[in-house]
């Protein structure tokens, strides 16, 4: 099993190291969901959230998990306009070093921006999601909730749709389905499919009936405008119908295929609230409920080490 000191992606770990975080956060969602609590365990540490990056569940779901385990948590967001140099970033480096924090949990919109702290801090460094590169806590609380679901997490057809070239989910889900042996298909139109995406384990589509075919999960992903250079898709109306998820796309996968969203969500743009929010086929909200038990496996992995 890897060792690993910071979690910047899933690139870098491997199989025993992703199923090792993975029983630890199981282990969470039990003691969670007993209102049970393990305070002692991070006491005395501090946990600085430094989001430069808008966000509700990752960062509540960090602060959560913190709090759970005893650690002292502080929140800074910092605008996106005021902090854009990377001499800045490496100041508030400095200036976090200074303070003693012991683990620093980082968005930034710079793809590399939280391995680039970790050089210059003596905290573990986890990554909450950098630019379009990886976004790890997220493809692990994927992939507990597949493998609660579904019993197993590999030998799995996931159908990955839509906003494909400005998301570091679908880049971590790749990396982290494909490793475990599952067969990962990304589906959406030529203009939001970043050059270089396929690999072993992984194939191209342009069309949902195509790509949703016998898949066992359907994962929709937001339409990241904020990261779109304009012109990419006609119209939200276009969008909708041809990747939207909606009730007769999703017939196209498997009859008991599950719907995920890793929010937020564009009702009526990548998914129908239909779809979204049909208990039978939706795990969107048990995603959340993950997010916090795979934060907190990650926290106690990194947080009860000294350096
Ligand atoms: C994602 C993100 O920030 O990358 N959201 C999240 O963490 N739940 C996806 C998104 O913003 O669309």
Redesign the pocket.
């Given at each position: 099993m890897t060792e690993f000191r910071h979690l910047l992606g899933i690139e870098g770990l491997d199989p025993p190291a992703v199923t090792a975080l993975l029983d630890l956060a199981e282990s969470y969602v039990l003691l969670n969901r007993s209102g049970k609590t393990q305070r002692d365990l991070l006491r005395g540490r501090t946990l600085i959230n430094l989001f430069f990056?808008d966000?509700t569940?990752?960062r509540t779901s960090f602060e959560l998990a913190g709090k759970r385990l005893g650690a002292d948590v502080i929140n800074m967001s910092v605008s996106t306009s005021s902090v854009t140099k990377g001499e800045t970033l490496l100041d508030t480096a400095a200036t976090l070093n200074a303070m003693n924090c012991d683990l620093l949990v980082v968005?930034h919109n710079r793809s590399g921006a939280p391995a680039l702290l970790a050089q210059k801090v003596d905290a573990a460094v986890i990554n909450?999601?950098d630019g379009t590169h990886e976004?790890p806590t997220?493809a692990l609380l994927d992939a507990l909730t597949i493998r609660r679901r579904k019993g197993r997490i590999s030998g799995l057809t996931v159908a990955i749709c839509g906003d494909i070239a400005h998301?570091?989910?679908a880049r971590s889900n790749i990396l982290l389905l494909t490793m475990l042996g599952n067969f990962v298909r990304v589906v959406g139109p030529p203009t939001l499919m970043p050059a270089g995406i396929e690999a072993p384990g992984v194939e191209v589509y342009h069309d949902m009936a195509l790509g949703l075919a016998g898949a066992d999960i359907v994962m929709a992903?937001?339409l990241?405008k904020e990261r779109m250079t304009g012109g990419m898709i006609p119209s939200t109306r276009e969008f909708f119908n041809f990747y939207g998820l909606d009730r007769a796309k999703l017939g196209f996968a498997k009859p008991d295929a599950l719907v995920m969203h890793?929010?937020?969500m564009n009702r009526g743009v990548e998914i129908d609230s239909d779809v979204a929010d049909d208990p039978l086929r939706s795990v969107i909200r048990e995603q959340v409920e993950m997010g916090v038990a795979v934060r907190m496996a990650v926290l106690d992995r990194l947080g009860r080490r000294k350096f």
């Open positions: 990056e966000s569940r990752t968005r909450a999601g976004h997220q998301s570091r989910v992903l937001r990241q890793p929010g937020p």
